[in-house]
């Protein structure tokens, strides 16, 4: 732990403060604190956005950085992706697995990310994945914030991996996955549901479901989790990931589905750009979006997050684990363009995953975690619109990682421009 005393930030109600850590823990915070020690460390933050910092609510860390291996998913499909790492899962080695995940966090903690939810394969022949990634956890632990989810990729009663779940949750691992569109047929989706969520509860553990990630409107897994949280009083611990059907359903189902989901109080969350990039491919024209109906639910009150889900592997060939893009293209997919709306995008990435991963301590009030990113920009929404550069990413109190601000210079003839692109450059046309 360290102390820290940042001066000169604008936090996201666009209020002008200072922020004083000490012993890792925001002790004040403030405009114009005084009385610092003189011992302390400074930062200025010239005026720049201070955020919480950014949360990934849903990641495949075992897989991820694997892209062409065993080759490259030509049709970019799902199922092809599935095929792909089935064929991958036995020859992967302990080191490499950590060697990948390990650049992942790197990658994350630069973006400003410093807490992942990584749902990890249970569904082989051994559980070399959970062992790989509950040693990345441990060793990051104090840069980073790991929390994994016991993952039956194959499905739970399709790949007989129940055993090799229970294990994985012996071994440390926080959360109960699942999913239960993958089983042979609904009925054993619903009983995969059942025995998992009776796991949870016995063990008073969270519960996070691949849930409906598909177009078929009739894939209504999210029913029956919605059903067995209530029944085994799991209400408020309970996340639905992906929900890509749901795009797909009628009103009419949704108006009675969205209630149930308010009833047992699950969380969201969504997965802009994997599920806009996988789903709809059976379609010709009209293309659906493949993205569930994230403004109406945000709506409704449920907490909804996005996750990255893939960067660099079968399923996605893309990525650097911004956080930032992914509520990029979550606003546009989802018409979600207001003022009001971008900032319930800026929140999917921050404190609405902190809310369904039950993170204590987080956020910029006094008490909290000395944890935060100052970014190069004015205001969440222009932190939206530019992905700016990470001026400073605080762990603990720790500067943890630092970025140059971003100035493009510019010779046009006998004129010279420095740009920066926020609103700083132009603020005289801004009313």
Not at 132 to 150: H, T
Request: with cysteine; hydrophobic share 40%.
């Amino acid at each position: 732990m360290s102390d820290l005393f940042i001066k000169n930030v604008v936090l996201e109600n666009g209020k002008n403060s200072d922020i004083l850590i000490l012993n890792g823990k925001i002790s004040d915070i403030g405009p114009s604190i005084k009385n610092v020690s003189g011992d302390i460390e400074i930062v200025d933050a010239k005026g720049w956005l201070a955020t919480p910092p950014f949360i990934d609510s849903h990641f495949h860390l075992d897989a991820t950085l694997s892209y062409g291996m065993p080759r490259v998913n030509q049709s970019g499909t799902l199922l092809e992706g599935i095929s792909l790492w089935g064929e991958l899962k036995p020859t992967v080695r302990f080191d490499d697995l950590v060697e990948r995940a390990e650049t992942l966090c790197r990658w994350s903690i630069a973006r400003g990310t410093l807490a992942i939810r990584s749902h990890v394969d249970v569904s082989g022949n051994d559980l070399i994945g959970v062992e790989a990634m509950l040693y990345v956890k441990e060793k990051l632990k104090s840069y980073i914030d790991i929390q994994l989810v016991a993952f039956p990729q194959d499905g739970l009663l399709r790949s007989g991996c129940l055993e090799n779940l229970k294990k994985a949750l012996e071994l440390g691992v926080e959360v109960v996955g699942g999913i239960p569109h993958f089983e042979r047929t609904m009925q054993q989706g619903a009983e995969s549901i059942r025995t998992l969520c009776e796991i949870a509860e016995k063990r008073g553990l969270l519960v996070d479901m691949h849930c409906d990630e598909s177009d078929d409107p009739l894939s209504r897994h999210i029913e029956t989790l919605t059903m067995e949280t209530n029944r085994v009083g799991l209400n408020g611990r309970v996340a639905g990931s992906h929900l890509t059907s749901m795009h797909s359903m009628d009103n009419y189902y949704y108006s009675k589905l969205i209630s149930l989901m308010l009833e047992a109080n699950i969380g969201v969350i969504a997965n802009p750009l994997i599920n806009i990039t996988l789903q709809g491919r059976h379609d010709t024209y009209p293309k659906r979006r493949g993205l569930t109906r994230v403004n109406e639910q945000m709506n409704e009150g449920l907490d909804v997050a996005f996750g990255h889900d893939c960067v660099m592997d079968p399923w996605y060939p893309l990525g650097s684990h911004d956080m930032l893009e992914v509520a990029n293209m979550a606003l546009h997919v989802a018409h979600m363009t207001g003022q009001s709306e971008m900032m319930d995008c800026f929140r999917a990435v921050t404190h609405n995953p902190a809310k369904i991963m039950h993170l204590e301590n987080y956020g910029l009030t006094k008490g909290c975690s000395g944890d935060l990113v100052i970014l190069q920009a004015l205001d969440p929404i222009e932190a939206l619109r530019l992905k700016p550069a990470r001026l400073f990413v605080i762990k603990g109190g720790k500067i943890i990682s630092t970025e140059s601000p971003k100035l493009s210079k510019l010779k046009l003839g006998e004129e010279k421009f420095e740009i920066d692109f926020t609103k700083k450059d132009f603020s005289w046309k801004i009313k």
